[in-house]
């Protein structure tokens, strides 16, 4: 009944956010707000800008891909408002200025702001989610808590062997589900459940270096509802 007041209460951070490249920093904040029909407190989008490291002089088009999200970020956050709708909002972000980032949106969040936020990075859902609701063909396939997701174990291990190796020496690995060559002596596997079964089987060769990741998101997710087709 009333969109316009709907917006002044609203936070957007869209996924990819087109700024006019001849405005200042300032000037499209400015614009926002007014978009918005908000009194914005000058001194509170300074702190915002001071706390993310951005110039409010510089132009737009001479900003790198981070400085131009932590325009969308501050722009979504400026007014304080009730509701704040994020897509994939450290994008483009150093680790330093990701956390600093979860900062924020957890203080938002104590002081009474609902936040949905769309992410394929496992550890920023885990940082700052309370709830997950995992989408699938435009519906909510499973709705849970993060800490689910740690309990989905997949990881990514890359080895290096000090011998050149064949794909088929690692057939019959418990818990692998995809192994892929990298070259003669490097393979990454998708490993499913307990690493105990893969670490023993990797005992018969000889291993030079190994590295541990947990995979995006939408990767737990295939290998979890894959899991269930099987089933």
């Not at 209460?9 to 700024?19: D, F, K, S």
């Not at 994939?88 to 972000?93: I, M, V």
């Not at 018969?204 to 990741?213: F, G, L, Q």
């Amino acid at each position: 009944k009333d969109p316009v007041e709907v917006r002044k209460l609203v936070g957007y951070l869209p996924g990819e956010l087109n700024l006019d490249g001849n405005l200042k920093v300032s000037e499209a904040l400015h614009y926002f707000g007014g978009l918005r029909k908000n009194n914005i407190d000058w001194s509170h989008v300074q702190a915002l800008a001071n706390r993310f490291e951005l110039d409010l002089n510089l132009a737009i088009k001479n900003l790198s891909k981070g400085n131009k999200q932590k325009v969308g970020i501050v722009q979504a956050l400026m007014h304080r408002p009730k509701l704040l709708i994020l897509d994939e909002p450290t994008s483009g972000l150093d680790p330093l200025m990701q956390q600093e980032v979860y900062r924020a949106l957890r203080e938002a969040r104590q002081q009474g702001s609902t936040i949905f936020f769309s992410s394929h990075i496992i550890n920023e859902v885990e940082a700052i989610a309370d709830r997950v609701a995992i989408i699938r063909d435009g519906v909510i396939i499973e709705e849970t808590e993060p800490e689910v997701l740690g309990r989905m174990d997949v990881r990514h291990v890359r080895v290096r062997f000090k011998d050149p190796m064949e794909e088929q020496s690692f057939a019959g690995m418990p818990d692998v589900y995809k192994i892929e060559r990298v070259r003669r002596d490097v393979y990454t596997f998708q490993v499913e459940g307990s690493m105990d079964g893969f670490i023993k089987s990797l005992a018969k060769y000889t291993v030079t270096d190994m590295n541990v990741e947990r995979p995006s998101l939408e990767e737990v997710f295939l290998a979890y509802y894959a899991g269930e087709k099987e089933d």
